[in-house]
C-alpha cells in the first residue's frame, strides 16, 4: 500500500488555468516537501512544512502555493500554469529527529499546453 | 554553489561485476550524502546514506565513500544485478532536522546486463 498518496497521477492543464495537486501521506511523519522534476533536469526542492508551518521556499514565482488543511496533508496549488510548468512534482515527508530520510510520493506528471 | 553533478549520465556493467556511480559537489556546508535508487514512473527511494562524520558505510552489496576535501562522494554496487537496473541520484545537503532541502544531482541510468 502506497504511504504517500498522490492525486491525480496525471494532469494535463492549458496555460494560464489553475490546478491543485494532493498528497496525503500516512508515515505519521510531521515533515512534508515538495520537489519538482522537469524534463531533463534534476530533482528540485521547493517547499518544505513542519508541523503544517512553511519552513523554507525555494520558489521564486508566487503562483506555487502550498496548502495543509490537515498535519498529513500538503497540497500545491498553481495558478495562471505555464507551458515551463510541466513537471512531475513529487510529494515527500520525513520523520521529526535525526532521520534524515525522505520518502517520496509517486509524483503527479503535469503537462501544460 | 548548490550544484550536484552526476558526470555519468548513464553506465553500462555486466552482471557480478561492479557498479561505480560517482558524484561531485559545491557546497563544503553539506554534511549529508545519500543516494536514492528510482525505476521508470515510480518514486525515489532510499539506497543509503552518509553523514560528513564518516567517509564510508558498507550495507549489503553497497558501499558509500565520501571524500570531503575532493567534494565527491560515490556508490559502489557489488555483484551487480539485471535487478539493479535503474536511475540512481545522488543528493546532498545539510543537516537540519525537520527540513531536509537536498540537492539532487541528474541521475546516472544503470544497466545491468547478463
Known amino acids: 500500500d502506497p504511504k504517500i498518496i498522490q492525486k491525480p497521477k496525471y494532469l494535463v492543464a492549458v496555460t494560464g488555468s489553475e490546478k491543485i495537486l494532493i498528497c496525503e501521506q500516512y508515515l505519521g511523519h510531521n515533515a512534508m516537501y515538495w520537489y519538482r522534476q522537469s524534463a531533463k533536469k534534476p530533482l528540485e526542492f521547493m517547499f518544505s512544512?513542519?508541523?503544517?508551518?512553511?519552513?523554507d521556499n525555494q520558489t521564486a514565482s508566487s503562483r506555487f502555493q502550498p496548502q495543509s488543511s490537515k498535519k498529513n496533508h500538503l497540497d500545491l496549488q498553481i495558478t495562471a500554469l505555464k507551458p515551463d510548468d510541466s513537471a512531475t512534482y513529487f510529494c515527500a515527508s520525513s520523520p521529526q529527529g535525526y532521520n534524515e530520510r525522505l520518502f517520496f510520493g509517486h509524483g503527479t506528471k503535469l503537462s501544460v499546453l | 554553489g548548490q550544484q550536484v553533478k552526476q558526470s555519468s549520465p548513464s553506465l553500462t556493467v555486466q552482471e557480478g561485476g561492479i557498479s561505480i556511480l560517482n558524484c561531485d559537489y559545491e557546497?563544503?556546508?553539506?554534511?549529508?550524502f545519500a543516494w536514492y535508487k528510482k525505476y521508470p514512473d515510480n518514486s525515489p527511494t532510499l539506497l543509503i546514506s552518509v553523514r560528513s562524520n564518516v567517509d564510508k558505510r558498507e550495507d549489503g552489496r553497497l558501499t558509500v565513500f565520501l571524500n570531503k576535501s575532493g567534494k565527491h562522494f560515490s556508490l559502489h554496487i557489488t555483484a551487480s544485478q539485471p535487478e539493479d537496473t535503474a536511475v540512481y541520484l545522488c543528493a546532498a545537503g545539510p543537516l537540519n532536522t525537520g527540513n531536509y532541502k537536498y540537492v539532487f544531482g541528474a541521475g546516472t541510468r544503470l544497466k545491468v546486463i547478463a
Open positions: 557546497n563544503d556546508m553539506f554534511d549529508y
Open positions: 512544512y513542519s508541523y503544517q508551518k512553511l519552513m
